[in-house]
C-alpha cells in the first residue's frame, strides 16, 4: 500500500501519541506502530512521573536534581525547556483526564524516587505509564486525521539525496508499503532489547535509532546506558522491574546476613542515583557471595499491597509476597540517554526527519536520567516537536561539536547472528562494567556482524527477525564504539580501567556519523 500524509508518526508511546494529537489540528497524520498501539515501554512505565508541582519544589530544584544526575553532560537549555514546559503538559493531562492519586485535600500525591531531593513524582499506583496512555490513545483513537497501521513494522527511511520523505514498512502478515510525508516523526523509542538482561519489552529493539543511522543521522551520547538497579531476579521468571517507588516508600535494600548496606557506599543510601546504586549492588554482592534483596518486611503489609499492586502480582506469580519476603533483585537495562541528536524542537541533521522521546537525545539527560523524567521528556518534547513540524523541513540547529564519520563495514562472509548472541556479548562486554579489553573484542565481533545484516535476508530467513537483528546489530555497534572512545567513568558509563572523570578530555559529547 503506498500512503501520502502530512505527517508520519512511527511509534505510539507518550511522544508519538503526544505528537499526534497536536499534528492533527493541522494536518493528517499516519501512526506506524510495530505492535498492538498500547505496546510501548511507556505502557510498563510504573513509579511515575516527575513535575515541580509540590508545595517545597520549584522548576530551578527539579533542573539542578536533574542537571546533578546528569554528571556533567545535560544540556542547560534542554533542561530548562523540560522543567518549566513540564508542568503544563503534566497538567494539560489531568485536564484531558488522568487520575493521579491525590491527598485527601485534593493536591497530587507526590512520591520520591532516586537523587530527587524532593517529592516530586505523580503516579496513578504502580503503573503510571499505562495511565498516561490510555488517556493519550483516547484522544488520538476518536481523531478523524489520525490514520493508525498497527503491527506495521517501519523497515527504512525514505531518502532523497539528504531528505527524510517517508518510510517503508511491512506487517506482520508480510505486506509491505510506504508512507510518503513532509515531516517524519521518529518516536520508537529505546533499545534495551540489545541486552541479555532488561526491562524492557519485546519492541525495544532500537529501531528508530538504526533507521536513522543507516540513512546517516548524527546520533549522540549513546554509551550511556541506564542500568536500574532493582529487576527481579528469580530463575525462571521474567526480569520485572520493581519500581524505585518501592524504596521511596521506605523499601531498603539487605544483602544476605540482611544488612541494609547502601549507606556503607553512598550518603544518600537506597535512593542514592541509580549508576550509583547498582554498582554498589554488585559490589556487595561480589563481597559477600551473595544474591541482595529488597525488603519492606519492616512496612505495613496492607498499605505494600495496595500501593504497588502490579509488582506485588509480578512477585506473587514467582512465588514471593512483596511485603513478608525478602526479594532477590539484580540490574538490568532500563533506559539509552543517548541517541538521534535533536534540537530543542525535535529536528534532527536530516531535514524533514525529526525525533522525540527515548530514541532522541537533546542531552537533557546527560550521562544518567533522573528517575520519572522520561515519561515527561516524551510528552514536553513530543509537543515541541509537532510544532516544529508545522514548518517547512530543516535540519534542526545541532550544537557544533566534535563528530566522528564512521564507515560501515560492508564485506562478506560473516555467519548472520541470532539475536541471544547479540544481547549475551552486549551484557558482558558492554554492560556496567566495562573495559578496554572487553569492548574492543565486541567492537571487533559487532563490526563483523554489521557486515553480515547489510546483506538481504537468506531466502528462509524471516525478515521481520532480520530487521529485528539489523537493529540490535547496528544499535550495539554504535553503543560499544562511543564506549570504547570514552576513556573515563561518567553516569551510567562506567569503565574499570578510567574509573574517574577526566573533565579537561571527556565533558563532551562527540556526535557519530555512519557513512
Ligand atoms: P515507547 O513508549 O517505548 O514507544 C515506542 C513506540 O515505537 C512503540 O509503540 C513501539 O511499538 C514503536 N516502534 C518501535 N520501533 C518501531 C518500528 N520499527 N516501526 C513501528 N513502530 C515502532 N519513565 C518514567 O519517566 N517514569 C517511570 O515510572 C518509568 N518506568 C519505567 C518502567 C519500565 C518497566 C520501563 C521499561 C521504562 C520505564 N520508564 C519510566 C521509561 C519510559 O517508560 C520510557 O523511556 C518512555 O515511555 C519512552 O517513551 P517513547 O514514547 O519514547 O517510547
Ligand atoms: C521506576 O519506577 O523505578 C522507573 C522509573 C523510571 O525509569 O524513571
Not at 121 to 145: F, P
Request: glycine letters at 10%; hydrophobic letters at 40%.
Amino acid at each position: 500500500m503506498e500512503l501520502l500524509g502530512d505527517f508520519l508518526v512511527i511509534g505510539s508511546g507518550v511522544a508519538g501519541l503526544r505528537a499526534a494529537i497536536s499534528l492533527a489540528e493541522h494536518g493528517e497524520v499516519i501512526i506506524l506502530t510495530k505492535a498492538h498501539p498500547s505496546e510501548s515501554n511507556t505502557g510498563y512505565a510504573q513509579g511515575g512521573i516527575a513535575a515541580a508541582v509540590g508545595p517545597d519544589d520549584s522548576p530551578e530544584l527539579h533542573a539542578r536534581d536533574t542537571i546533578a544526575a546528569g554528571d556533567g553532560l545535560c544540556v542547560p537549555e534542554a533542561v530548562d525547556v523540560l522543567v518549566h514546559e513540564g508542568r503544563k503538559y503534566v497538567q494539560e493531562l489531568i485536564d484531558w483526564g488522568a487520575e493521579f492519586e491525590r491527598m485527601p485535600n485534593g493536591q497530587p500525591s507526590l512520591t520520591r524516587e532516586g537523587a530527587h531531593s524532593v517529592r516530586r513524582v505523580l503516579h496513578a499506583q504502580d503503573a503510571t505509564g499505562r495511565a498516561i496512555g490510555r488517556i493519550l490513545w483516547s484522544r488520538v483513537a476518536s481523531h478523524k486525521r489520525i490514520r493508525i497501521l498497527d503491527d506495521a513494522l517501519a523497515t527504512d527511511l525514505i531518502m532523497h539525496g539528504h531528505k527524510c520523505l517517508g518510510a517503508t514498512y511491512m506487517t506482520t502478515a508480510g505486506d509491505r508499503g510506504t508512507v510518503k510525508a513532509t515531516h517524519t516523526l521518529l518516536a520508537t523509542g529505546g533499545a534495551g532489547q540489545v541486552y541479555r538482561e532488561t526491562t524492557n519489552p519485546a519492541i525495544a529493539t532500537g529501531d528508530g535509532i538504526a533507521m536513522a543511522a543507516l540513512a546517516g543521522a548524527r546520533i549522540v551520547d549513546i554509551e550511556f546506558v541506564q542500568f536500574h538497579p532493582t529487576v527481579l531476579n528469580v530463575k525462571g521468571s521474567p526480569r520485572f522491574l520493581l519500581s524505585e517507588a518501592l524504596r521511596g516508600e521506605g523499601a531498603r535494600l539487605t544483602n544476605q546476613g540482611g544488612e541494609a548496606f547502601m549507606s556503607r557506599y553512598e550518603a544518600a543510601g537506597d535512593l542514592a542515583s541509580r549508576d550509583l546504586v547498582a554498582r554498589a549492588m554488585v559490589a556487595e554482592s561480589e563481597l559477600t557471595r551473595a544474591p541482595v534483596y529488597l525488603t519492606m518486611e519492616h512496612l505495613d503489609p496492607i498499605q505494600v499491597h495496595e500501593r504497588f499492586p502490579t509488582i506485588a502480582a509480578a512477585c506473587r506469580r514467582a512465588g514471593l509476597d512483596l511485603a513478608t519476603d525478602r526479594i532477590p533483585v539484580s540490574p538490568a537495562a532500563h533506559y539509552l540517554m543517548g541517541g538521534v541528536e535533536t534540537d530543542l524542537d525535535g529536528r534532527t541533521s536530516i531535514p524533514g526527519l525529526l525525533a522525540a522521546g527515548e530514541v532522541a537525545c537533546t542531552g537533557v539527560h546527560g550521562a544518567n536520567r533522573l528517575a520519572s523524567n522520561s515519561l515527561l521528556e516524551g510528552l514536553v518534547f513530543g509537543a515541541r516537536a509537532a510544532e516544529a513540524m508545522m514548518y517547512p523541513p530543516a535540519p534542526g540547529s545541532l550544537p557544533e561539536r566534535t563528530t566522528e564519520e564512521w564507515p560501515l563495514s560492508r564485506g562478506t562472509g560473516e555467519a548472520f547472528p541470532s539475536a541471544s548472541e547479540v544481547r549475551e556479548l552486549m551484557w558482558r562486554s558492554v554492560g556496567l562494567f566495562r573495559d578496554e579489553g572487553g569492548l574492543s573484542g565486541a567492537v571487533v565481533q559487532l563490526n563483523r556482524w554489521s557486515e553480515a545484516v547489510t546483506r538481504p535476508p537468506r531466502p528462509r530467513q524471516s525478515e521481520l527477525e532480520f530487521r529485528r537483528i539489523r537493529s540490535l546489530v547496528t544499535v550495539g555497534l554504535l553503543i560499544a564504539r562511543a564506549a570504547m572512545r570514552r576513556k573515563e567513568s561518567r553516569g551510567c558509563h562506567f569503565r574499570t580501567d578510567f574509573p574517574v572523570h577526566n573533565d579537561p578530555l571527556w565533558k563532551r559529547h562527540v556526535s557519530d556519523i555512519l557513512t
